[in-house]
């Protein structure tokens, strides 16, 4: 094992051990008093079903971690990567087919191996505990739809990639950055009327109170917006969510119907004013931003890595290629980019906190706090996660941290 292989192996393990970590110090902060803010909200039944929510996702996540890494390390050590390469070779095809191929056949293996946690955590956690409404022909066809997906655009930009670093020389690193945000950006624009519709169905949402205050509250802050959807997230779940999505002409508001269904007008104007305020503050395109530097760093040293003869021999594959390139760096990357996603989140939190206060200086404080409060109690939110789990894994900040910053700030409560 050369220095590569060390790294890989150490930095990979160490990952993994702090995940764990993570999430035991997690359960342990399980207590069976309910937080002051929730006692009018929780029973302690739900609150308790809440703990076992908690519980059952752990035990599932930490049983897909330590099977993907085992299967990993054992396909590693076992002369997995120069297997496949050597049979793909064999082949003869083209060199760009045999490099496409090569990457699909073990991103396709990655994917049957989580396939089995997937389907449990759907038919297994998700129905236990009263979410899952998707039937198994739909839970199939929502697969068949991301393969297709992935094969129609997913293949022509790995395929573009990869010409890019075969035949562009020194400088390929930076045509496939070029690439890679052309894609992202269009991607943007195209994903509200292309492709989600192809998993659910989006109806403008019917003139009626809930369309009026939605759209008076828009005006009040100088936000134009006419393209309101529901979205029928009943067909998959109970659970609920509202989001913001696409730039320009194709932006749009989206709420689940499950969302719609227990939330006063007040309290969806709120939820909404929050995802307003992320699109008023420009939080979508900084992260679109973050997202493009760091892919830039990615290809930047993927381009360095990719001809060093050590990165080969770390992972068995005898013969140097762009295919296998790729494949070993993405792992030896691994640890980088888990790092690189821990700031991510960290940008995420602070930008949560300040659409909250975007929110309730708007439209009120006192009806965004209502509706994080419904909110917890319909998805079994975990209301004491550790710090140190908020700190690997949380987009938003905790609830009750939330609904305390919310307190604080001497906004008018709506």
């Not at 990655?110 to 998707?134: C, Q, W």
């Not at 109970?238 to 709420?255: D, E």
Request: aromatic share 14%.
């Amino acid at each position: 094992m050369n220095w590569i292989a060390w790294t890989t192996l150490v930095f990979r393990l160490a990952d993994y051990l702090l995940d764990r970590l993570a999430d035991r110090l997690n359960l342990n902060a399980i207590s069976d008093e309910i937080p002051a803010p929730f006692k009018n909200v929780f029973d302690p039944d739900r609150y308790r079903q809440a703990q076992a929510y908690l519980r059952a996702n752990t035990r599932l996540e930490q049983a897909a971690a330590t099977v993907g890494v085992t299967v990993l390390l054992l396909f590693w050590f076992g002369g997995g990567f120069g297997a496949v390469d050597g049979w793909v070779r064999g082949f003869r095809w083209h060199p760009m087919i045999t490099a496409v191929v090569y990457v699909a056949i073990l991103a396709g293996a990655k994917s049957l191996v989580d396939l089995p946690f997937s389907l449990y955590a759907t038919f297994g956690i998700e129905t236990r505990f009263g979410f899952n409404r998707s039937s198994l022909a739909t839970w199939m066809a929502d697969r068949l739809k991301g393969l297709l997906l992935a094969l129609v655009v997913g293949l022509p930009l790995l395929a573009g990639v990869l010409a890019l670093f075969r035949y562009a020389g020194p400088t390929a690193w930076i045509w496939c950055w070029a690439l890679v945000t052309a894609f992202a950006i269009v991607v943007q624009f195209v994903a509200p009327t292309w492709i989600m519709p192809l998993f659910n169905r989006f109806d403008p949402m019917p003139e009626g109170e809930l369309r009026s205050a939605i759209q008076a509250y828009a005006r009040s802050i100088d936000f134009s917006m006419d393209n309101i959807y529901v979205m029928d997230g009943s067909r998959r779940s109970s659970k609920s969510n509202a989001f913001f999505t696409g730039f320009g002409r194709q932006r749009r508001i989206v709420l689940f119907d499950t969302l719609v269904a227990r939330h006063t007008t007040d309290e969806l104007v709120a939820v909404l004013a929050h995802e307003m305020g992320h699109y008023r503050m420009r939080h979508i395109l900084k992260m679109t931003a973050m997202g493009i530097a760091q892919a830039g760093l990615t290809l930047y040293l993927m381009s360095w890595f990719m001809h060093l003869p050590a990165l080969y021999q770390a992972f068995g594959v005898p013969t140097p290629s762009v295919h296998a390139g790729l494949v070993c760096f993405a792992i030896f990357y691994q640890p980088i980019e888990a790092l690189l996603t821990v700031i991510g989140l960290m940008v995420s939190r602070r930008y949560e906190f300040a659409a909250d206060r975007f929110a309730a200086a708007t439209a009120g404080s006192r009806a965004l706090i209502d509706a994080l409060k419904k909110l917890s109690l319909d998805n079994l939110s975990n209301l004491k996660p550790h710090p140190f789990y908020v700190f690997c894994n949380y987009r938003h900040p905790p609830v009750l941290k939330r609904i305390a910053a919310l307190k604080g700030q001497g906004i008018r409560p709506g």
